[in-house]
């Protein structure tokens, strides 16, 4: 095959690949898209809720999101709608509004020495640029030097253990730092959070996506797993899908979970190595459909020794929708017995979460509920985590492999993943 060939696969039909083959296909290549899924979006993507086009995981946007802002007005869509929202912490019992000055000031079980470092922490987060000394330590140590062990282990253990569970204390800094800096700085005032949405969800930016992509004569396979990067002489030259077929190509860009990656390259050990290092936790997220809102938050954060779960997200309190809608997310590695529990073992405790922290739910108030699962949704960005990430042109000529964890410290959002696809293009040459 000619090196000269403009013909370009991407692996995965999330908003990484979507908007590097929409980019690609706009410079002149010839692209594919090969997506496992029978639905492009990966994580974006829709399903039908009980008469309701809803995502299978929760998406917003905070000001910061200038690669999808800039998106959507060159596909033609509206832009952001942003609203103003409120967190809230429920901790021992007991919901308490979280997430400005008076609600620090008015927090129980904390002293004023603690309150003013908690705020000045958060604060100096919004205005700090450089990450690189704290890519050198874990979140918990330097939760601990700001605010004391006693904090720490009443506001930021339990989020980090229900989580990453084994890998709680060695998370980074760097990336709980970028959250935090991400939603502080997407306020409308000192008092005010704000956070947007994509009008029609984001599957109106995925429909889009996938349209202009063969608008320009790009082709997006569906339920078409890659299985093998077909490699010779040190140039790639396509991809063998899960049914045999060859997609041939003289460039690819693979933006699948970093395992897949290594699943794919199991012909070349030498190559496999720096990809098949990246540990992840799964997800097994509830969605329930409720007859009445349980509180009126976006997000609500949980310290609560009898709740299992680090928080849930009150999703119709972002997005106007006409039923209530609330996302409660059970991260936890594979390996834990707990992920191989049933949807309706899932179900019945998360909405026993809701009524601990509501207790005027009743059992009629759920309408529905679904559940949807990820082996690989979250990377686990432990202490020294940039030095780790490879770089996304590998030594095979041709052959560009990310996934969300290369953008670190940025944590994994649609946004992001738009911005980096446009430097994966950037590395083709002139189609």
């Not at 802002?69 to 509004?97: C, N, Q, S």
């Not at 889009?208 to 490699?231: D, F, M, N, Q, W």
């Not at 509830?286 to 009445?292: D, E, G, M």
């Amino acid at each position: 095959m000619a090196l000269t060939d403009d013909r370009l696969l991407v692996i995965g039909a999330g908003p990484m690949g979507l908007a590097a083959a929409y980019y690609a296909a706009k410079a002149g290549w010839k692209v594919e898209v090969l997506e496992a899924g029978d639905r492009p979006g990966g994580m974006a993507a829709h399903f039908d809720f009980n008469g309701l086009s809803l995502e299978r995981f929760y998406h917003f946007c905070c000001r910061s999101d200038a690669d999808t802002t800039a998106l959507l007005a060159e596909l033609g869509l509206p832009p952001i709608r942003w609203v103003p929202t409120r967190m809230g912490f429920y901790v021992d019992g007991k919901l308490h509004p979280w997430g400005d000055p008076i609600s620090l000031l008015t927090f129980p079980g904390m002293n004023l020495v603690e309150k003013v470092r908690y705020g000045l922490q958060a604060y100096l987060s919004t205005k700090r640029s450089d990450w690189r000394r704290l890519d050198r330590i874990s979140a918990a140590d330097w939760f601990r030097a700001w605010c004391g062990q006693r904090v720490y282990d009443k506001l930021w253990r339990p989020l980090f253990e229900l989580k990453f569970y084994e890998y709680a204390e060695s998370i980074s800094a760097a990336w709980v730092w970028q959250r935090i800096k991400r939603l502080g700085r997407s306020r409308r005032s000192l008092f005010q959070e704000e956070l947007g949405y994509i009008e029609g969800g984001s599957e109106a930016l995925v429909t889009a996506l996938t349209a202009a992509i063969e608008k320009l004569g790009g082709k997006v396979h569906l339920s078409t797993p890659a299985r093998r990067l077909l490699i010779e002489a040190g140039q790639v030259q396509g991809v063998e899908a899960a049914d045999g077929r060859r997609f041939e190509a003289s460039h690819v860009i693979s933006t699948v979970a970093m395992p897949y990656a290594a699943a794919m390259l199991a012909d070349h050990p030498d190559l496999a190595g720096a990809y098949s290092q990246f540990e992840n936790v799964g997800v097994v997220c509830v969605v329930h459909q409720l007859a009445k809102p349980v509180t009126a938050n976006f997000w609500v954060n949980i310290s609560d020794p009898a709740i299992g779960a680090p928080g849930f997200v009150e999703f119709s309190n972002l997005r106007p929708l006409d039923r209530h809608i609330v996302y409660v997310p059970n991260y936890m590695p594979t390996s834990n017995a707990a992920f191989g529990r049933t949807d309706e073992a899932f179900v019945d405790e998360s909405y026993g979460y809701l009524q601990r922290v509501n207790p005027t739910l009743g059992a009629s108030d759920r309408i529905a509920s679904h559940v949807a699962r990820l082996r690989y949704a979250q990377p686990v960005c432990d202490v020294g985590f940039a030095d780790r990430i490879p770089d996304p042109q590998t030594p095979v000529a041709g052959l560009q492999i990310a996934d969300t964890c290369f953008y670190y410290p940025e944590d994994r959002g649609v946004s992001e993943s738009i911005g980096y696809a446009r430097r994966l293009v950037e590395n083709l040459p002139r189609a």
